[in-house]
């Protein structure tokens, strides 16, 4: 029967006849956007029951009662046989989609690799493993430090730039004394004097805090290895050997070291440790700055000033602390160009080592 209005009543049968035609097209649709236009156009106000139901009141009494609980009946069942097909359409959608997000755990097409330590982690424990060789303790100390380990006690004066707040980073902690991220991993040397067991042979790896701009050989966040020696008659000629042995354990015996004469206030004499440049072998480039030589750290015989604040007695007692940093070591020791590629976490290069 056309969905096209007219105010006829049914004819006998008629009513059956849209009934069983409206079941096979519902039985017939296979999406639930079909079954929506098809359900508007077989119970929706202009099908053929409403209209059927707009001429009932034409007729007597007795014919409408009749008429009407048979339209009545009829729309029921086409009602329920959609809301049956809906929810079947519903499954099968629901279904599609499941089989869509599925995973399977099954088809595996290579095992993940394990992950493995950074490469400044493998350099530290290199370091660690030679200087516990030579005989050193390994020590830690806390990177909040305060400036009296930071600053006072290794006798770094007041107006020294180090302590300003455009050198440092410090804590707002409301304490009456000044915290800071430590800015090297000196502080731990002097709370080892303060232990009072001597003679002293110590190294201290740690992460330390500047505010430096980061570049090619420079990051505000990075990793130092403090060493220190204190015994009778140290001199700085221990020194020298010292920090040629553990280069030399490092690097091999292709890599030349010198030491140049500088300033630091907790050593006296101090001086700059240096290696030849192996990404360049000593020829110049942008990671040396064309001087052929990289800076691993500082060093010298320890300030009397230190042992003095730390309760050791520099009349007894010398010895001599050095420091470097130990990822640049490890851009050193792998020939790379840029410090910076240890922080930028790419994949591609971490897996290299």
């Not at 007729?59 to 046989?81: C, F, Y």
């Not at 629901?94 to 493998?122: F, I, K, N, S, Y």
């Not at 009349?315 to 922080?343: K, Q, T």
């Amino acid at each position: 029967m056309s969905s096209m209005e007219h105010v006829a009543p049914p004819q006998p049968g008629e009513v059956g006849a849209f009934e069983t035609t409206a079941t096979e097209r519902v039985a017939s649709v296979d999406d639930l956007a079909s079954l929506d236009a098809l359900v508007a156009e077989l119970t929706g106000k202009r099908s053929p029951f409403a209209l059927w139901k707009r001429s009932l009141g034409g007729l007597a009494h007795g014919d409408r009662r009749a008429i009407g609980q048979e339209l009545n009946e009829a729309l029921a069942r086409v009602e329920a046989l959609v809301e049956s097909r809906r929810a079947l359409l519903a499954a099968a959608a629901r279904e599609v989609l499941v089989v869509a997000d599925r995973l399977d755990l099954t088809d595996v097409v290579a095992t993940p690799g394990a992950g493995h330590l950074h490469l400044v982690t493998q350099v530290r424990e290199e370091l660690e493993d030679v200087f516990v060789g030579m005989g050193y303790e390994i020590a830690d100390g806390p990177e909040a430090e305060t400036e009296w380990y930071n600053f006072t006690a290794l006798n770094v004066p007041r107006d020294h730039p180090a302590r300003s707040m455009q050198d440092s980073f410090y804590l707002a902690t409301g304490d009456r004394e000044s915290y800071l991220l430590r800015t090297q991993t000196s502080p731990v040397q002097v709370r080892l004097l303060e232990r009072g067991t001597l003679p002293l042979y110590a190294i201290a790896p740690g992460r330390v805090y500047r505010r430096d701009t980061a570049d090619a050989r420079h990051l505000p966040v990075f990793h130092q290895i403090e060493g220190i020696v204190v015994d009778r008659d140290v001199t700085f000629g221990d020194l020298a050997g010292t920090v040629e042995t553990f280069v030399t354990a490092i690097f091999g015996t292709g890599i030349a070291t010198r030491l140049r004469p500088a300033y630091f206030p907790f050593t006296e004499p101090s001086a700059e440790f240096e290696i030849t440049c192996t990404i360049c072998t000593g020829s110049g480039c942008r990671t040396c700055g064309q001087t052929g030589w990289i800076e691993l750290g500082g060093c010298g015989l320890i300030h009397p000033a230190v042992l003095e604040a730390s309760g050791v007695d520099p009349e007894r007692w010398s010895g001599f602390a050095f420091g470097f940093g130990i990822d640049r070591l490890a851009i050193m020791r792998h020939e790379i160009d840029d410090i910076r590629s240890f922080v930028e976490n790419d994949v591609r290069f971490l897996t290299q080592f």
